[in-house]
């Protein structure tokens, strides 16, 4: 079974700075996008940043400058490290990849179980 297991949240003041790793583990052939996303209480879960298998990266306009997503192939593992946080970054951040695992080499979207960021002012 494929899963993704993330870590690094919690809590931090206003300009401070948190790193969420989430590592892609089971039988895996390969993984292709990988990325964050977070979702605010009462909002709908957004696209923070995303990472292709090539290193190509997308963010959006609401973390340029102060977030940063890297991953190691390697190690199945996608980061995000996160600066100048701000109380309105607080949220459940959830990892997302799509892999093509080994069982029956067909694309699925996994997402991770969430890990809880709160910013304070």
């Known amino acids: 079974q494929v899963q993704l297991v993330e870590s690094g949240g919690g809590l931090v003041q206003a300009g401070g700075s948190l790193r969420l790793s989430c590592a892609a583990s089971?039988?895996?052939?390969?993984?292709?996008?990988m990325g964050w996303y977070r979702q605010a209480p009462g909002k709908q879960r957004e696209l923070v940043a995303a990472?292709?298998?090539?290193?190509?990266?997308n963010y959006a306009d609401f973390v340029k400058g102060r977030f940063t997503i890297s991953r190691d192939n390697a190690k199945n593992t996608v980061y995000l490290q996160m600066n100048s946080l701000k109380p309105e970054d607080t949220a459940v951040y959830y990892c997302?990849?799509?892999?093509?695992?080994?069982?029956?080499?067909?694309?699925?979207?996994?997402w991770g179980q969430g890990t809880q960021v709160t910013v304070s002012s």
């Open positions: 089971g039988s895996i052939f390969s993984i292709n996008f």
């Open positions: 997302n990849a799509r892999i093509v695992p080994y069982s029956d080499y067909v694309l699925r979207n996994y």
């Open positions: 990472i292709t298998s090539g290193g190509s990266t």
